[in-house]
Nanobody, 127 residues
Framework: QVQLVESGGGLVQAGGSLRLSCAAS????????VGWFRQAPGKEREYVAA????????DYTDSVKGRFTISRDNAKNTVYLQMNSLKPEDTAVYFC????????????????????WGQGTQVTVSS
C-alpha cells in the first residue's frame, strides 16, 4: 500500500504560479511512477503529467507543456508539479497517483493504469 497526500493548491490570478506536492508513505517510493491528473467541475478526469521511477522520463499533456514541470525527490518521498503561467482553464481538483513498476523508463498517461490515488487539492485560477 502507498498513501498519497497532495498539498499546495489554492487561489491564484491568471499568470501566476503554484507548486503542488504529492507526499507518499508506506512503501519504497522509488519503485513507483507518479502521475498528476485533474478534474474540473462537470468534466472527466484528465491526465496532466507523469514521471518515471528515477525522474529520468517525464511526460506532459499538450495543454501544459512549457508551463508545468513535474519532478521528484525520492529521498523525501515527494513528487512536485510546478505550475507557471496559470490560466483559468487550469482550474480543477488536482490528484496525484502512483503505480508500482519494475521498468525505470515507464510512464503511464491513463488513469486506469494507476493503483493508488490521493484525495486531491483544489487549484483555482481567477481571470
Amino acid at each position: 500500500q502507498v498513501q498519497l497526500v497532495e498539498s499546495g493548491g489554492g487561489l491564484v490570478q491568471a499568470g501566476g504560479s503554484l507548486r503542488l506536492s504529492c507526499a507518499a508513505s508506506g512503501r519504497t517510493f522509488s519503485n513507483y511512477i507518479v502521475g498528476w491528473f485533474r478534474q474540473a467541475p462537470g468534466k472527466e478526469r484528465e491526465y496532466v503529467a507523469a514521471i518515471s521511477r528515477n525522474g529520468g522520463i517525464t511526460d506532459y499533456t499538450d495543454s501544459v507543456k512549457g508551463r508545468f514541470t513535474i519532478s521528484r525527490d525520492n529521498a523525501k518521498n515527494t513528487v512536485y508539479l510546478q505550475m507557471n503561467s496559470l490560466k483559468p482553464e487550469d482550474t480543477a481538483v488536482y490528484f496525484c497517483a502512483a503505480k508500482g513498476v519494475i521498468a525505470t523508463t515507464s510512464v503511464y498517461t491513463e488513469a486506469v493504469a494507476y493503483d493508488y490515488w490521493g484525495q486531491g487539492t483544489q487549484v483555482t485560477v481567477s481571470s
